[in-house]
């Protein structure tokens, strides 16, 4: 299950990895190109590796929340609830296409979709500022759900593309979207994990592990993501994403 790693070393891995994943995600999203690729050099399988990334990063999603409290009151409660359903349901969706998915056919996507993920987020402002009609919400709700099956089928890059979502649907504040993209990822983390747990693809000493580290991760991103520069966090997403997606594809 190590990979050939000492013991030690798989702890410090995957806890350091944990660790940066939930500042990272309170930030701008993308902290399970750190738990995944961290798991798989583990030794986990691919598929194990993306269900206990999933389960290792959704209670930092719950510390990022909370660290953007103000912002989640501030939004009318009909809009939270209507957003929150629609990640549900999605969630369990996605994490039900991953559990009928053979496992050497997931191993080959994983790259592709690392890559979607960077891709799209890199060319979020872009495309927002050049596509006048994307800002309109009736497809901001369709869009929730692609996305959250997304999620549930495999969790990195989640938060980079719900980023993307509500920067193409038209809101300008920074920290209203990394809200909403919190609260979001939690609740369909929450499903899917729990699907997960119950099919048995879940590696639980890793998992509790890098949960705590990523609990505590996602309160101190939430505090940096209001003081860092968002070219700053922009950039560092995106470098990461295209890290992981060229050493996955060499693996290939």
């Not at 979607?116 to 759900?145: D, M, N, Q, V, Y």
């Not at 999620?151 to 809200?179: C, D, H, K, Q, S």
């Amino acid at each position: 299950m190590n990979g050939g790693l000492p013991l030690d070393a798989v702890w410090l891995v995957t806890g350091a990895a944990a660790l940066g994943a939930g500042v990272l995600n309170a930030i701008a999203g993308g902290g399970s190109f750190l738990t995944f690729p961290a798991l798989v050099f583990a030794g986990v399988p691919p598929l194990a590796a993306n269900a206990t990334s999933a389960m290792a990063v959704s209670p930092g999603y719950l510390g990022s929340s909370w660290g953007f409290k103000a912002e989640i009151q501030a939004l009318p409660t009909h809009t939270l609830r209507r957003e929150v359903s629609v990640a549900a349901i999605g969630g369990l969706i996605g994490a039900g296409l991953l559990l009928v998915t053979p496992a050497r056919l997931f191993s080959g996507l994983v790259p592709w979709l690392l890559l979607l993920a960077t891709l799209l987020f890199a060319a979020g402002p872009w495309i927002a500022r050049r596509g006048s009609g994307l800002g309109h919400p009736t497809w901001r709700l369709p869009g929730l759900l692609a996305v959250a099956i997304y999620g549930g089928y495999f969790n990195g890059g989640l938060g980079i593309l719900l980023m993307a979502l509500y920067t193409l649907t038209g809101e300008p504040r920074l920290n209203t979207v990394n809200a909403l993209k919190n609260l979001n990822s939690f609740v369909l983390s929450l499903l899917s994990v729990a699907a997960f747990a119950a099919a048995g693809a879940i590696v639980w000493p890793q998992a509790l592990w890098m949960m705590t580290l990523a609990t505590a991760g996602g309160w101190l991103g939430a505090r940096l993501a209001k003081r860092l520069p968002v070219r700053w966090v922009r950039w560092l997403v995106i470098s990461t994403g295209l890290v992981m997606s060229a050493v996955f594809f060499s693996r290939l």
